[in-house]
């Protein structure tokens, strides 16, 4: 029956039957009849018109309920945390059609669910399929079905969901559901997911426990924080800031007249025994400030020069701005181009002078990192290159790429095409032929902007400009755990050579025993992302990838010189694996249990890494396990382990082994961790709920567990640190520090810089200079809490009072010269507070400017506090104008 004809029906029937009646019974006669048509109307297997339809019509709506556990939770996974999601659909026009399913992702594994229509299963990582139960009965137009789910551990933030839900069918093109694509807010550049419910409720939404004691930063919090900051010290002065060099040198000394120097005729280049390729890049950014670099006789002087000190460190450097002449002096070309950036450091846009000053300068780590992952969502060549800039534009040195995760293989290796004609790229495939699937919600397009790789000609473009610059590039390709995407693509290669019958090239770098049953689930719940550590062939796989890699450097000219195997998160792996069996029951090793085989491998690979001339680093969790006496001399270790979960221990561990230190902590490194404890702040939180770039500037990396005196743990709450168990051994030292930017759910480069830019600047600055307030290091030993009174509170208002140069600085001079070289940094949320009916705003960087909104009015700029009637929205501005922070609503007063 068509349903039109039956919608004439209802009408007469409602009509013929007593227009007199009740409107109750009325309403009642209609849902029988609606529930009577949707009997009638038979469903038909779903073709590709329905797919296309549904993916048009069907509105998503992803509702958080509560993070607060249930009787409903399962108690033996993840000590019972779980979380609950109303999912809704929503067909906008009728769904006549059966037999179709959607595929999404979703971080957190699904345990349970309750629908009388629609069923949720796992798939493999963050993979879910809904799927149709017996009873579904098709969709009339405007009707909704709600799928009530739990899911495991917790979800505290709006940009935990994944965008681009897949509805699919037998026999059909898949397609994205329109209403789950993300999209770009035009004003802030901030990704926004349209099919999630924003947050209302802080104790069931926002808190991690019952227990949580985060606050749910709102707009008169964050102006009482921005005011107490501000207002303890005496107002930084235009003098102050354009003085400032970030990162700040060692030594400093400006004219005692305050006197400074015009340069707008240019500068008159003398590279003397400076080779001017080893500067080019750092003379560009002058020029890129404005400053005319030439032979121009009437131009102050600019000379250059090295003279080489051994008692120096590497980078080391003397800057002379005189009346006269502009000198600097380094200990290599490095120092000369350090130099070089500081005197860039010194110009403020828009100014044609620059102070008088003499600096002494070197770095306090020699290790200045900064992690970029482009395996789980691609980041072009373009921004690489644009961070690279910024890299060196701060004094960081070192570029840790991560290149291989389970999710994507972004580096093309000639000799083994299938890594990245299947492993760079997510659609859906699901027998991953010629794709993976699609993780992290990478939709159904191999050529969209998550996906990709970089070819041979493009990492040879990065290698230059990073040799350009005296950045090290360190490659990762992770492994044996993290390893989905080489896994499937040695698979694929596999089945292609098997069909040819050449059973050689089939086998030879397979990284699979097809015949392990072992059943595990990775950290990212894979159950199948791990390299088989007892096959030959997955060492051959090694040496093939590591032979090529260090070609590709060596051609680009920068050598090979330090690689990071990853090693980390290595799960419960071939257990039941039969060339595992037989390995232990046969091999010389010395290797008698299943669980030393990770350790095997890692000491394997750093022996082949070896015989390339090529030092091993790794994540701490990997290399610990490893035996001392069977690793290399030189071992980089990143250490990750959370401070307020006594991580200290395990970092202190590794120095004593006297391997180099690296340090990684997420309490502050994790740029992929919001910077504030709001909703809708972007990014993971697992050890952090807010890192903005003041916390970043706080740590004091020589000296871990001191923390515990004013950080919390990351339910804020106050923790111990006790170090008297493993301290460090006399004289010992990190080699340095590294930000992490992970990209699980930073789908877009300007989201990167989003979430990298301002905090890099501080990393920059902790890397740099060692601050005359941080405390050092006890050697002996000690237990540290917020009782104890290491971190005293003269060092805390030395701490505070550099922390408003800093601050004042990245406004009025810094944020400028990102704008200028593209940089999307972050604009900072706006604290403000409506009293006796006036709005009061301010920022955590002094100098930005401040746009409100009375009501449905016009965006108005902030200079006083003024006089508010209706709801009221305030939003920093870009220096330039042209970009707007996220918009919050302004609070009336304080909680």
Not at 251 to 269: C, E, H, R, Y
Not at 779 to 794: D, P
Not at 811 to 816: H, I, R, S, V, Y
Not at 837 to 863: C, H, M
Request: glycine content about 6%; aromatic content about 10%; proline content about 4%.
């Amino acid at each position: 029956m068509k349903k039109s004809f039956l919608a004439l029906s209802v009408l007469a029937t409602l009509c013929l039957s007593g227009c007199n009646q009740p409107e109750q019974n009325s309403d009642v006669i209609t849902k029988e009849l609606v529930q009577e048509e949707t009997a009638l109307i038979a469903l038909h297997p779903a073709n590709q018109n329905d797919i296309d339809a549904i993916a048009k019509h069907l509105d998503v709506s992803y509702r958080v309920v509560t993070n607060i556990p249930t009787d409903k939770c399962d108690e033996k996974v993840a000590d019972g945390a779980c979380f609950e999601v109303e999912l809704t659909f929503t067909a906008t026009k009728a769904i006549n059609a059966k037999d179709w399913s959607i595929y999404f992702s979703q971080i957190a594994p699904i345990q349970s669910f309750e629908s009388d229509e629609l069923a949720v299963k796992h798939i493999n990582g963050d993979m879910h399929q809904i799927t149709l139960q017996s009873d579904y009965a098709g969709f009339s137009k405007g009707e909704s079905k709600t799928l009530l789910f739990r899911a495991m551990f917790w979800s505290l933030s709006e940009s935990d969901p994944m965008p681009n839900y897949i509805v699919e069918a037998p026999n059909t093109i898949a397609k994205v559901i329109d209403s789950t694509k993300a999209f770009i807010d035009k004003d802030s550049g901030l990704e926004v997911l349209p099919h999630v419910v924003a947050f209302t409720n802080e104790e069931t939404q926002f808190k991690r426990t019952v227990s949580d004691k985060t606050t749910w930063l709102n707009s008169a919090d964050l102006y009482k924080r921005n005011e107490a900051m501000f207002s303890a010290g005496k107002p930084v002065s235009v003098k102050e800031v354009s003085q400032k060099i970030i990162p700040t040198p060692k030594i400093v000394t400006f004219d005692a007249d305050d006197g400074v120097v015009d340069i707008s005729k240019g500068l008159n280049l003398s590279l003397n025994n400076v080779n001017q390729s080893e500067v080019d890049a750092a003379l560009s950014r002058l020029v890129q400030l404005s400053v005319n670099i030439g032979s121009d006789k009437s131009a102050l002087p600019l000379k250059l020069s090295v003279i080489e000190d051994e008692n120096k460190a590497i980078g080391s450097y003397q800057l002379s701005v005189t009346s006269n002449e502009i000198r600097i002096v380094g200990v290599d070309a490095n120092g000369v181009f350090n130099g070089l950036q500081s005197l860039a450091a010194l110009i403020t846009v828009g100014s044609n002078t620059i102070p008088l000053v003499n600096v002494i300068d070197e770095p306090h780590y020699s290790f200045r990192g900064m992690l970029v992952d482009v395996a789980r969502n691609f980041h072009s060549k373009e921004f690489i290159l644009s961070l690279l800039d910024q890299m060196a534009a701060y004094k960081l040195n070192k570029l840790h790429l991560h290149l291989g995760d389970d999710e994507g293989w972004r580096l093309e290796i000639p000799s083994l095409p299938e890594l990245t004609d299947i492993g760079s790229k997510r659609c859906f495939d699901t027998q991953e032929q010629t794709c993976l699937m699609p993780q992290l919600g990478a939709g159904v397009d191999p050529e969209s902007d998550v996906n990709g790789y970089y070819t041979v000609a493009d990492y040879q473009e990065i290698l230059q400009a990073a040799t350009a610059r005296h950045i090290q590039v360190i490659p990762s390709l992770d492994m044996p755990g993290h390893s989905r995407s080489s896994v499937k693509a040695m698979t694929a290669r596999f089945k292609k050579y098997q069909k040819s019958e050449d059973d050689v090239k089939a086998k030879q770098f397979l990284l699979d025993d097809f015949n392990d049953t072992t059943k595990y689930s990775s950290v990212q719940f894979y159950s199948d992302n791990t390299i088989n550590v007892c096959l030959e062939s997955s060492y051959d796989f090694v040496v093939e990838v590591m032979s090529q890699v260090k070609a590709l450097h060596a051609n680009a000219g920068q050598p090979l010189t330090r690689y990071h195997i990853g090693a980390d998160e290595t799960a419960g792996a071939w257990i039941d694996s039969p060339a595992c069996k037989a390995f232990i029951a046969n091999n010389d090793k010395g290797i008698t249990d299943m669980k030393e085989l990770g350790a095997y491998f890692i000491e394997r690979v750093a022996g082949i890494l070896s015989d390339l001339d090529i030092e091993t680093a790794g994540w701490s969790d990997g290399m610990e396990h490893t035996r001392k006496e069977k690793m290399p001399a030189i071992v980089q270790a990143n250490a990750w382990d959370a401070l307020f979960w006594n991580g200290h221990d395990k970092v202190h561990t590794l120095v004593n082994r006297d391997w180099q230190v690296v340090i990684s902590s997420p309490d502050a490194l994790y740029f992929d961790f919001p910077y504030e404890a709001d909703p809708k702040e972007h990014g993971y939180y697992w050890a952090s709920r807010h890192t903005n770039t003041e916390k970043v500037f706080q740590f004091m990396p020589d000296n871990l567990p001191v923390h515990a005196e004013f950080w919390l743990d990351r339910e804020d709450k106050p923790y111990q640190a006790d170090d008297s168990k493993i301290p460090m051994k006399s004289g010992t030292s990190f080699l340095g520090i590294q930000g992490q930017l992970w990209s699980e759910n930073t789908r877009s480069d300007n989201m990167v810089e989003h979430k990298v830019f301002p905090r890099l600047l501080a990393l920059a600055e902790r890397a740099w200079h060692l601050a005359d307030w941080a405390v050092p290091y006890n050697y002996k030993g000690a237990k540290y809490s917020q009782q104890t009174n290491f971190f005293t509170k003269a060092k805390q208002q030395a701490r505070d009072e550099e922390w408003r140069l800093f601050a004042t600085t990245l406004a009025q001079k810094e944020f400028a010269k990102l704008e200028q070289e593209g940089i999307d940094y972050r604009l900072p949320t706006v604290g403000a507070i409506i009293k006796t009916g006036k709005l009061y705003a301010n920022v955590a960087f002094p100098g930005l400017s401040i746009e409100y909104r009375d009501g449905d009015g016009q965006w108005l700029t902030y200079q006083k506090p003024v006089a508010v009637k209706g709801k009221v929205r305030v939003r920093s501005v870009s220096v330039n104008g042209q970009r707007r922070s996220r918009i919050v609503d302004v609070t009336a007063e304080n909680r």
